[in-house]
């Protein structure tokens, strides 16, 4: 069944190419195996997004139809034979003519990335070299904080299970005192050619050095010559004041270690803010809401008001109605990565009295007496 890359995506025929953009990243936030994605998902997400993300290639897909076997059959691949990549691909293509049969062309390094994308193979020996999955997996952690810990910052500790480099080979994989040889398999390039068919063959990362293009004489025994090895480690993390709940920390190179001395992934922490029954939260401003009597707005009065800083006194002028509200000024959340703090608002709430004696019902009814 042909492959609907607009249905893919989740956009419409007309997207513009930055809605496109946008969903694709969207998806490959949710669908990246290192997040714990569906890895055939993500595949056929680089698929469509390698052909709908760029102008020319949307065109001809619009064009020819939804899968490139359509277009094949109409002229665009036709007439070749065997190749050792697409770098000979291409050249034989627009030697023969075939770059202008039917109007049909490609961008062959694009194309050997669409395939690369979908066999895990590298059109070129730096894509292969570069696509040998060997960085570090990111890490996404849920951190939880107090109300006034995500308001004024905080430093904490956190524990992970992870993939740390090996000390007793220091992530190169090889026991020390070893030495380390060009691989037999690939001859030192790092990857080895696949059929793929219709004669086309394709590099693809070699297994027995995982594209590194050498090989230790023998494996480190701690690490079995991975380079890393599982471990309980603790980082230290400080916590911005003004952070706010459902927001992202990111700590670059605080993931899991790559193999081999390859980049480590990054770490992720969601942050999650536990409510506070005192206050509410809205931007950088914090709202609360405080009960008065009938007599202190109507005279006048002082209450104390509970803050992020502590109790203060506040000042309620006579004749103050209910649902009046008091800014008082830089009490608030500090502006996170910034300057200042936001306010903190008090709703005062009239309090009306539900039961009376008669003394008071006299006192309000003379005090209901026109003068």
Do not use: W
């Not at 627009?94 to 490609?106: E, M, V």
């Amino acid at each position: 069944m042909a492959k609907d890359y607009y249905q893919i995506l989740g956009v419409s025929k007309n997207a513009s190419q930055e809605e496109i953009k946008k969903s694709y990243y969207k998806l490959a936030h949710q669908y990246h195996p290192h997040k714990g994605g569906d890895e055939t998902k993500m595949k056929e997400i680089n698929e469509a997004y390698s052909v709908l993300g760029n102008a020319e290639k949307r065109q001809q897909y619009d064009q020819y139809g939804q899968t490139f076997e359509q277009a094949r059959a109409q002229g665009g691949f036709s007439g070749f034979g065997g190749f050792r990549d697409f770098s000979d691909f291409a050249e034989a293509f627009r030697s023969s003519g075939g770059a202008n049969n039917n109007n049909f062309s490609f961008e062959f390094n694009d194309l050997g990335d669409i395939f690369g994308d979908l066999f895990g193979l590298g059109g070129t020996r730096t894509k292969a070299r570069r696509t040998s999955q060997r960085q570090g997996a990111d890490l996404e952690v849920e951190l939880n904080l107090e109300f006034t810990e995500a308001a004024f910052g905080v430093q904490k500790e956190i524990k992970l299970d992870k993939n740390v480099i090996c000390r007793q080979c220091r992530g190169t994989g090889a026991e020390p005192g070893a030495k380390i040889l060009t691989c037999s398999t690939c001859r030192g390039t790092g990857q080895v050619v696949r059929n793929i068919g219709f004669g086309i063959g394709l590099p693809s990362v070699c297994s027995s050095c995982n594209g590194q293009g050498k090989k230790a004489e023998k494996d480190c025994r701690e690490c079995q010559g991975r380079g890393v090895i599982k471990e309980t480690e603790t980082t230290k993390v400080k916590i911005p004041a003004g952070i706010d709940d459902g927001q992202t920390i990111r700590l670059a190179g605080k993931g899991e270690a790559g193999q081999r001395g390859a980049a480590a992934g990054d770490l992720y922490l969601r942050i999650r803010v536990r409510p506070d029954p005192r206050f509410v939260r809205n931007g950088y401003d914090i709202r609360t809401k405080t009960e008065i009597s009938f007599p202190q707005s109507a005279l006048g009065t002082k209450i104390e008001v509970e803050t992020l800083d502590g109790k203060i006194k506040l000042k309620i002028p006579e004749g103050t109605q209910s649902g009046r509200v008091f800014r008082i000024a830089g009490k608030g959340v500090p502006i996170l990565q910034g300057r200042g703090r936001g306010d903190h608002l008090v709703k005062v709430i009239v309090k009306t009295p539900t039961k009376l004696n008669r003394k008071q019902k006299k006192l309000l009814e003379e005090f209901d007496e026109p003068e």
